[in-house]
């Protein structure tokens, strides 16, 4: 199947760039490999959208979503397999086929960062995960911890107090990276105890997560903490191992392009948090997806 622009990505960058594809007149397909959203479903609340006052971060990826299939673009969930990035058509593959495109946009955003700790991958899904909004509610009434000092950490803390009995929030350093409205609120919460200059060891448990080994890296005393889950937020990290060799990477492996997303391949975009760039926010997400798909269309419509 043949469409003028294929975009790899259904987040805000990617739902956003189809918007903008299919009002140019194009054909576009979107691919998605695990939900349409990205990061932005993790979110218990966006307040910082523009025109919106406050909204979920599920919510605001439905609009999306429901906004481009009004227009009729076809979003399919399927994962790259393999692609051509350097050939006219360009070729991605997917377990189910192959797709030719004039012009590729590169949306799929970023992954969590993970802890790295004995423990963590052998309870992934067992007590360890990335997404409070998606299984806080598998620990209503028990006691919980959650990794990191950011804006993720401290959101998802306030969002575990409103049904953990008590959330752990733990974080290396002695401030926390978020924002102080965000830290203020967290300090409020009488079920959120705080652990400042403290690093997991170990999460501890057979079939299940039972606690946590905790090191103070100030003293190096180290003591254990039992919990039911832990929610790791240490941050994202770009996922683009699969395009080396198909675009130029920076040295911490995001895409190479600048405010016109334009990637080193000739008809190859780079749209939201996937690419280069000082801020990664919603907005910018979006304003990226915009810039990428007019480049994009402008680009398919000179191409015979």
């Known amino acids: 199947m043949s469409y003028d622009i294929l975009i790899l990505g259904g987040g805000p960058a990617g739902l956003t760039a189809a918007l903008y594809a299919k ?16 990061q932005v479903i ?3 609340t966006v307040e910082n959208y523009p025109g919106i006052h406050t909204i979920t971060g599920v919510d605001l990826a439905m609009a999306l979503h429901e906004q481009v299939a009004k227009l009729g673009v076809e979003v399919r969930m399927e994962e790259p397999l393999s692609l051509q ?57 028990m006691e919980t911890a959650i990794v990191g000092g950011g804006n993720t950490a401290l959101e998802d803390a306030l969002f575990l107090a409103n049904q953990c009995s008590t959330v752990h929030l733990i974080h290396r350093r002695d401030a926390f990276r ?24 170990e999460v501890l448990g057979e079939d299940k997560v039972t606690g946590l080994r905790l090191k103070q890296v100030k003293t190096g005393e180290t003591k254990e903490l039992p919990v039911a889950g832990v929610f790791v937020a240490i941050g994202l990290m770009p996922d683009n ?13 995001y895409i190479q392009a600048g405010e016109d997303c334009r990637t080193s391949q000739p008809g190859v975009y780079a749209a939201g948090d996937t690419r280069t760039k000082t801020v990664r926010q919603i907005v910018t997400a979006a304003a990226d997806g915009a810039v990428a798909a007019l480049g994009a269309a402008g680009v398919a419509g000179t191409v015979k």
């Open 23 to 38: 009002r140019a007149g194009v054909s576009v397909l979107v691919l998605e490999k695990t939900i349409y959203g990205g």
């Open 42 to 44: 993790n979110t218990p």
């Open 85 to 141: 990035l350097d050939t006219d058509p360009k070729v991605v593959t997917t377990a189910r086929g192959s797709y030719e495109a004039k012009t590729v946009i590169i949306a799929n955003g970023v992954k969590r960062r993970q802890l790295g700790c004995p423990g963590e991958e052998r309870l992934a899904g067992r007590g360890v995960s990335y997404c409070a909004t998606c299984d806080g509610a598998f620990f209503q009434g």
């Open 178 to 201: 978020g924002s102080a409205i965000l830290a203020e609120a967290v300090a409020k919460r009488e079920n959120i105890v705080l652990h400042y200059d403290t690093v997991v060891e």
């Open 241 to 253: 191992a699969f395009l080396a060799g198909q675009v130029e990477l920076d040295k911490a492996g």
